[in-house]
């Protein structure tokens, strides 16, 4: 691998120089600019917000959530599944009011969808009170791309398709609080029939683990306490080198403190042994993974491109398990998928009770146009899919309530992040396997470790008393 282009200390440097020129810009005129960013999709792009809102900051922006307030608004957004984008059109549309009130207001619409032609396309042509455009690959080149709207007054389109780029060293505002989010790799090249996000995110690229290994470092310092490292497929970062993901977290793993390491996403085609039992011997990697299958039907299966099968999958749930007795499990599922049976939506729905996932993210198949899977037939109403999803969602439903429920009277160890809104348990944290709890205990307790003895349970959360 590594013909990935990584961005030169200078590039990054002149970055530096327009975000103070910015700043000056607004200090000349005594004017403290505020921004907006919402972002959308997944803790990838949560943590690109992050680093959008390290750079505004530098340009010397503070931060609100009401767009009428903003100076800047920033959408940040997600183009996997169609809800997602027209959600996005939807609160462009309702931008054209702030900006009346407020001419000076610039508009930029990044992440994802503003990579896709057909979406620069359509602002471009109609959202004219657009001002800025970028694609995730320009990320890096933001504070440059926002000096050109305020200088010229004019539209500012980045959105060429490339293959994809590392930069390091770009300022990140992280959220206030115990959790953060690590990218280890960028890009995606397994090109499943249905997903849009090779196309947009570009070709798998990963940093070094010198990068990676000096980022979670400062984290564990800075007193955070569940890491989170972030791919599309975690389990192929290094490729062609001699670092695999295995040892990756091997090597971070031995960074001393107390804090709890996780990742996401695993692709079951590259998930191994290794992998398992390096997190069985762990000493901060969290026993929990998130292993999307997407369907338990191999027709399915190799339709969407995913290149393992149903058995694949559940011995890697068995290797997995073998490994760690306590592993707590989820995983992703799409229904609908072009030319599905009931018969194979049944499959899946078997898989899941096979399985007993704590938790599933379920999907309804939503074409992307330009993938694959957007040119099949797919002849099942709409109706119809909506009734095999119910089925599903109930199978899953049931059975997250119950291995829930397999946890009131032991005590876990839980790590407290905030104050929840109902009062007879004013606590809220996680369990090593990412599990909700909410639980009774001092305010003090929040930012550390504690043992919660679990007392109750929802479908979806526990309930419990702090033991300390
Ligand atoms: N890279 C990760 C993986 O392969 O497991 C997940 C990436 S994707 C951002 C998150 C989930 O969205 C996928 O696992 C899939 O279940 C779902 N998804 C992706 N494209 C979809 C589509 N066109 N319709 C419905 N769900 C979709
Ligand atoms: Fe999409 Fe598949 Fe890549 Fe995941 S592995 S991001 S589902 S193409
Ligand atoms: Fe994530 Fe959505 Fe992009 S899920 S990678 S933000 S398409």
Same mark, same amino acid.
């Given at each position: 691998m590594n013909e990935t282009r990584q961005i030169t200390e200078a590039e990054l440097s002149r970055q530096r120089e327009y975000e103070r020129a910015i700043r000056a810009r607004f200090e000349e005129r005594e004017a403290h600019p505020v921004a907006l960013v919402d972002t959308f999709g997944c803790q990838q792009?949560?943590?690109? !917000?992050?680093?959008?809102?390290?750079?505004?900051?530098?340009? !010397?922006?503070?931060?609100?959530?009401?767009?009428?307030?903003?100076?800047?608004?920033?959408?940040?957004? *997600?183009?996997? +599944?169609?809800?997602?984008?027209?959600? %996005?059109?939807?609160?462009?549309?309702?931008?054209?009011?702030?900006?009346?009130?407020?001419?000076?207001?610039?508009?930029?619409? *990044?992440?994802?969808?503003?990579?896709?032609?057909?979406?620069?396309? &359509?602002? +471009?042509?109609?959202?004219?009170? %657009?001002?800025?455009?970028? $694609?995730?690959?320009?990320?890096?080149?933001?504070?440059?791309?926002?000096?050109?709207?305020?200088?010229?007054?004019?539209?500012?389109?980045?959105?060429?398709?490339?293959? !994809?780029?590392?930069?390091? $060293?770009?300022?990140?505002?992280?959220?206030?609080?115990?959790?953060?989010?690590?990218?280890?790799?960028?890009? *995606?090249?397994?090109? *499943?029939?249905?997903?849009?996000?090779?196309?947009?995110? !570009?070709?798998? &690229?990963? +940093?070094?683990?010198?990068?990676?290994?000096?980022?979670?470092?400062?984290?564990?310092?800075? $007193?955070?306490?569940?890491?989170?490292?972030?791919?599309?497929?975690?389990n192929s970062y290094g490729r062609g080198t001699d670092c695999d993901f295995a040892t990756l977290l091997a090597r971070l793993d031995r960074i001393p403190g107390r804090y709890w390491l996780r990742f996401m996403s695993s692709h079951p085609r590259d998930a191994s042994d290794k992998l398992f039992r390096t997190m069985a011997n762990g000493e901060h990697i969290a026993r929990q993974l998130h292993l999307p299958f997407q369907s338990g039907n191999d027709r399915v299966l190799q339709a969407m491109n995913r290149r393992y099968t149903r058995e694949r999958y559940l011995s890697l749930i068995a290797a997995a398990r073998a490994a760690m007795p306590e592993l707590v499990l989820t995983s992703d599922v799409i229904i609908g998928f072009p030319g599905e049976t009931e018969a194979e939506a049944d499959d899946t729905i078997s898989l899941v009770e096979e399985v007993g996932f704590h938790a599933l993210f379920t999907f309804l198949y939503s074409p992307r146009p330009g993938t694959k899977a957007a040119s099949m037939p797919d002849p099942v109403p709409r109706e119809e899919k909506q009734r095999r999803f119910d089925k599903l969602l109930a199978v899953q439903n049931a059975r997250s309530a119950a291995l829930h429920a397999a946890c009131v009277g032991r005590t876990l160890r839980v790590l407290a992040d905030g104050r929840s809104d109902d009062p007879a348990y004013p606590l809220t944290g996680r369990t090593e396997g990412n599990r909700l709890v909410r639980f009774t205990g001092s305010p003090d307790l929040i930012g550390g470790f504690t043992d919660v003895a679990i007392t109750g349970n929802t479908t979806w959360s526990l309930y419990g008393e702090a033991e300390t």
């Amino acid at each position: 691998m590594n013909e990935t282009r990584q961005i030169t200390e200078a590039e990054l440097s002149r970055q530096r120089e327009y975000e103070r020129a910015i700043r000056a810009r607004f200090e000349e005129r005594e004017a403290h600019p505020v921004a907006l960013v919402d972002t959308f999709g997944c803790q990838q792009n949560v943590a690109d !917000g992050e680093r959008l809102a390290g750079m505004l900051k530098n340009m !010397g922006f503070s931060f609100t959530k009401d767009p009428r307030e903003a100076d800047l608004v920033l959408l940040n957004t *997600c183009a996997v +599944r169609e809800h997602a984008e027209q959600r %996005v059109f939807g609160n462009l549309g309702a931008l054209t009011h702030t900006k009346r009130e407020n001419p000076a207001q610039i508009i930029a619409l *990044c992440g994802c969808m503003a990579q896709e032609p057909r979406v620069s396309e &359509r602002v +471009r042509r109609s959202y004219s009170h %657009v001002d800025l455009v970028f $694609g995730p690959h320009a990320l890096w080149r933001f504070p440059e791309l926002l000096w050109e709207v305020y200088e010229h007054r004019t539209r500012v389109f980045a959105v060429e398709e490339e293959a !994809g780029s590392i930069a390091e $060293g770009t300022p990140v505002e992280r959220n206030a609080g115990v959790r953060a989010w690590v990218s280890i790799m960028y890009g *995606c090249n397994n090109f *499943c029939s249905y997903c849009i996000v090779p196309y947009v995110r !570009g070709r798998e &690229r990963s +940093r070094t683990p010198e990068a990676v290994e000096a980022e979670v470092r400062e984290l564990v310092e800075a $007193g955070y306490k569940d890491i989170t490292l972030l791919g599309q497929n975690v389990n192929s970062y290094g490729r062609g080198t001699d670092c695999d993901f295995a040892t990756l977290l091997a090597r971070l793993d031995r960074i001393p403190g107390r804090y709890w390491l996780r990742f996401m996403s695993s692709h079951p085609r590259d998930a191994s042994d290794k992998l398992f039992r390096t997190m069985a011997n762990g000493e901060h990697i969290a026993r929990q993974l998130h292993l999307p299958f997407q369907s338990g039907n191999d027709r399915v299966l190799q339709a969407m491109n995913r290149r393992y099968t149903r058995e694949r999958y559940l011995s890697l749930i068995a290797a997995a398990r073998a490994a760690m007795p306590e592993l707590v499990l989820t995983s992703d599922v799409i229904i609908g998928f072009p030319g599905e049976t009931e018969a194979e939506a049944d499959d899946t729905i078997s898989l899941v009770e096979e399985v007993g996932f704590h938790a599933l993210f379920t999907f309804l198949y939503s074409p992307r146009p330009g993938t694959k899977a957007a040119s099949m037939p797919d002849p099942v109403p709409r109706e119809e899919k909506q009734r095999r999803f119910d089925k599903l969602l109930a199978v899953q439903n049931a059975r997250s309530a119950a291995l829930h429920a397999a946890c009131v009277g032991r005590t876990l160890r839980v790590l407290a992040d905030g104050r929840s809104d109902d009062p007879a348990y004013p606590l809220t944290g996680r369990t090593e396997g990412n599990r909700l709890v909410r639980f009774t205990g001092s305010p003090d307790l929040i930012g550390g470790f504690t043992d919660v003895a679990i007392t109750g349970n929802t479908t979806w959360s526990l309930y419990g008393e702090a033991e300390t």
